[in-house]
């Protein structure tokens, strides 16, 4: 039985928003996350080293709050991630049931 249309699209954004998220973070961690590498960026890119650091820590913070905050644009539904578990349930139960 096919999985239930609006908990594939919760899943999806879900996914999505994690994705991008370990995309920033990994991003972030490659390039800040040693002595070394912060010592390198400082000294050959200042003011890309600011802003890009500045750009990756907006990034994470704006996917987390999309993760974790109601959306305006879905009155009826909560947060992703706490509508998701319900979702899942409810869809796992008509797949087992059917």
Known sequence: MAVDARFQTLFDEVWN???GLQTAWSLYFGLYGTANNVRILRSTAIVSFGAIQELLI???YLRTHRLIERKKSRASMDSLIR???PSASD???AYWAG
Do not use: D, I, T
């Open 83 to 85: 509508h998701l578990p």
């Open 91 to 93: 869809s796992m139960n």
């Open 17 to 19: 928003e994690l994705h």
């Open 58 to 60: 907006e990034a994470m």
